[in-house]
């Protein structure tokens, strides 16, 4: 008997005939697994450099690191972007800005904070003239510390997205 509350893919009934070659599921399950797929593997960051953290950003982009091979190409317009990389010191006057790029991408649209100003004010914390983290203006979805956070760091953190966009889409 089909237990009701088991996921067809996990169901014992059904594991036999995955075994050879089939894969019994429901449709919609399968578009929502390749489309989360498809989308975690060719992101499209919106680069948004505020301080020396977009230069590791930079190398992140260049040759030694390869960014391409994990599908991620760097885009200029907010409208070819789903996700924005905030690198650095984020200050009152800039955060309207920042917002109003956030609205222009498109959904799904992921945020990645780089850096301790970025995530909470770093060093300028105190200042009259800095936000204190740009998860005020905007919802963040992977946070990068480091003051600057290395090449490796944001690699590691655009990898977690990508385990994040895999885990939500999996779970609805």
Known sequence: MINKHSSI????FWQSYNHR???????SDLINYVSSWARS????PMTFGLAC??????HTAASRYDLDRYGVMFRASPRQ??????AGTLTNK????LRKVYDQMTEPRYVISMGSCANGGGYYHYSYSVVRGCDRIVPVDIYVPGCPPTAE???YG???????INRTASST
């Open 9 to 12: 893919l996990n169901n014992q």
């Open 21 to 27: 070659g089939f894969m019994v599921t429901k449709f």
């Open 41 to 44: 593997n060719s992101l499209w």
């Open 53 to 58: 953290c977009a230069v590791e950003m930079m």
């Open 81 to 86: 972007a789903d996700v924005m990389i905030v």
């Open 94 to 97: 800039m955060a309207p800005a």
């Open 153 to 155: 760091a944001l690699l």
């Open 158 to 164: 655009i990898l977690c997205l990508q385990q994040k």
